[in-house]
């Protein structure tokens, strides 16, 4: 997807969600404090990639990764603030000890086989959890997720390719 499709993206959900906006359900609540850290999780550790990877086609995924989930980062937060949700600013320990493990690894294939091997198991993880927001989330969220959920997908093409 390139920078007009995401533009076009951003702008349809930006319509779509105000449009759309309710009050998050607790299964809302949940899914979005687990996406809200992955996503989170994965523009540092894709950061991280743009400095330590030695393969060019990680670091250009890791430069996607990190201009993707800005966007849709930035998105979930406005929604979440929208439907009264707080939005984490900092991660949580669990990924916070992540991110050391991902940083204990010396620049070079070492850290690029371990970042790709993160990613692929996050955005696994990551395509349930919006697949299944997209079917059962409430209003507020629903659109988003479907949306997102396509991104992850093409995410996960991307790391399979590598």
């Known amino acids: 997807?390139?920078?007009?499709?995401?533009?076009?993206?951003?702008?349809?959900?930006?319509?779509?969600?105000?449009?759309?906006?309710?009050?998050?359900?607790?299964?809302?609540?949940?899914?979005?404090?687990?996406?809200?850290?992955?996503?989170?999780?994965?523009?540092?550790?894709s950061k991280l990639a743009t400095q330590k990877a030695t393969a060019q086609d990680v670091k250009?995924?890791?430069?996607?990764?990190?201009?993707?989930?800005?966007?849709?980062?930035?998105?979930?937060?406005?929604?979440?603030?929208?439907?009264?949700?707080?939005?984490?600013s900092t991660l949580n320990p669990e990924f916070q000890q992540r991110l050391a493990k991902l940083k204990s690894n010396p620049a070079g294939p070492a850290f690029d086989a371990a970042y790709l091997e993160d990613m692929k198991q996050i955005h696994d993880k990551d395509?349930?959890?919006?697949?299944?927001?997209?079917?059962?989330?409430?209003?507020?969220?629903k659109p988003f997720a479907a949306q997102t959920d396509r991104i992850v997908k093409r995410h996960i093409g991307a790391l399979h390719a590598v």
């Open 127 to 141: 395509e349930k959890l919006f697949a299944q927001e997209s079917n059962d989330g409430s209003p507020a969220f």
């Open 1 to 45: 997807m390139n920078r007009t499709h995401l533009l076009t993206l951003a702008a349809t959900l930006l319509t779509t969600s105000t449009l759309l906006a309710a009050p998050a359900s607790d299964n809302d609540k949940a899914w979005q404090a687990k996406v809200s850290q992955g996503g989170m999780y994965e523009v540092e550790a």
């Open 60 to 88: 250009d995924l890791a430069v996607m990764e990190v201009h993707d989930h800005e966007l849709v980062g930035a998105e979930l937060k406005r929604l979440s603030l929208a439907a009264g949700l707080p939005f984490p």
